[in-house]
């Protein structure tokens, strides 16, 4: 059963940076298409970022440019690159395994916290 492990969450000033990562364990990486999602008080669960097995990525619009997903499977690692971080990104951080070898697959981690704040 694969497992899934964030870190990198904080507190951070407006225009700031962070990196999340996602430890997976139980299966290899190199099978999953991966996601990060937030959720922020109040409001839904939302898709932030999102990387295939091959390496393709996609963004929600309110962080392109200053998002990056990216994975190194040798690590079974997927990461979130945060820049320019303004106090709307703030919400509990989550990844998730999307897809296994093509087929769905709803597996969440316990989220991380990520607060943008002066």
């Known amino acids: 059963q694969v497992q899934l492990v964030e870190s990198g969450g904080g507190l951070v000033q407006p225009g700031g940076s962070l990196r999340l990562s996602c430890v997976v364990s139980?299966?290899?990486?190199?099978?999953?298409?991966m996601g990060w999602h937030r959720q922020a008080p109040g409001k839904q669960r939302e898709l932030v970022a999102a990387i295939t097995i091959g390496g393709s990525t996609n963004y929600v619009d309110s962080v392109k440019g200053r998002f990056t997903i990216s994975r190194d499977n040798a690590r079974n690692t997927v990461y979130l690159q945060m820049n320019s971080l303004k106090p709307e990104d703030t919400a509990v951080y989550y990844c998730?395994?999307?897809?296994?070898?093509?087929?769905?697959?709803?597996?969440w981690g316990q989220g991380t916290q990520v607060t943008v704040s002066s």
């Open positions: 139980g299966d290899m990486l190199r099978r999953l298409d």
């Open positions: 998730k395994v999307e897809k296994r070898l093509g087929i769905p697959l709803n597996a």
